[in-house]
């Protein structure tokens, strides 16, 4: 069955980095896109970017060009998402969500577990 | 970016009863090469993770009661439970995927009285 499991929590300082890593099975990880999406406490979900696992092709939302990267690691079937310059309105819980890569897609239809990101001095 | 909205934000509903959820988006969600409407809902239950519902406006995914449906077109869509159920509590999210950056709406969250 198809699973994305995220990687646990994390509690980062003003100016950090962090890394949220989503390894993928129970399907062929190249034949499809990874998402990420971003919900702060009592907000709603927030899309930050995507990466074709197939080509490695990205695309950012604005909001965050510039701070966050999305790869890859196919051989391990592991999507990554790095956001730098973190502050405390980037505590959040970070969703991996998997995509089929045409434009008739049937939604985001596999999640992760979530990782909660927290960022406090 | 295309702006989602939502309403109601939020929607008490009597066991049994019908519910009905609209988003308007600030654009048509028309993709012309596909003919689809490139609208999702999704449901986030209590402390889990969204689960997906109905994808391109009006198809049910896989293992989604029936008792969902999805409806709408260009910017004016629509979700109803024909029969609410205790399990259908959470927050209910409309997220257009046409143009990226791909936005959700505010959340209606159900409740059951």
């Known amino acids: 069955q198809v699973q994305l499991v995220q990687s646990g929590g994390e509690v980062k300082k003003p100016g950090a980095s962090v890394k949220v890593s989503c390894k993928a099975s129970?399907?062929?990880?190249?034949?499809?896109?990874i998402h990420w999406v971003r919900q702060a406490p009592g907000q709603r979900l927030e899309w930050m970017g995507w990466i074709n696992a197939g080509n490695g092709d990205t695309k950012y939302s604005e909001k965050f060009q510039g701070r966050v990267t999305i790869t890859t690691d196919t051989s391990a079937s592991t999507a990554y998402m790095d956001l730098s310059s973190l502050t405390s309105e980037d505590t959040a819980v970070f969703y991996c969500?998997?995509?089929?890569?045409?434009?008739?897609?049937?939604?985001?239809?596999?999640w992760g577990q979530g990782t909660l990101v927290t960022v406090s001095s | 970016d295309i702006v989602m909205t939502q309403s109601p934000l939020s929607l008490p509903v009597t066991p049994g009863e019908p519910a009905s959820i609209s988003c308007r988006s600030s654009?048509?969600?028309?993709?012309?090469?596909?003919?689809?409407?490139?609208l999702d809902w999704y449901l986030q239950k209590p402390g889990q993770s969204p689960q997906l519902l109905i994808y391109l406006a009006s198809n049910r995914a896989s293992g989604v009661p029936d008792r969902f449906s999805g409806s709408g077109s260009g910017t004016d869509f629509t979700l109803k439970i024909s029969r609410v159920e205790a399990e259908d509590v959470g927050v209910y999210y409309c997220m257009q995927a046409l143009h990226p950056p791909y936005t959700f709406g505010q959340g209606t969250k159900l409740e059951i009285k």
């Open positions: 129970g399907y062929t990880f190249t034949n499809y896109a």
């Open positions: 969500t998997r995509h089929c890569t045409s434009p008739s897609c049937p939604g985001f239809d596999y």
């Open positions: 654009q048509s969600l028309l993709r012309s090469s596909t003919g689809y409407y490139n």
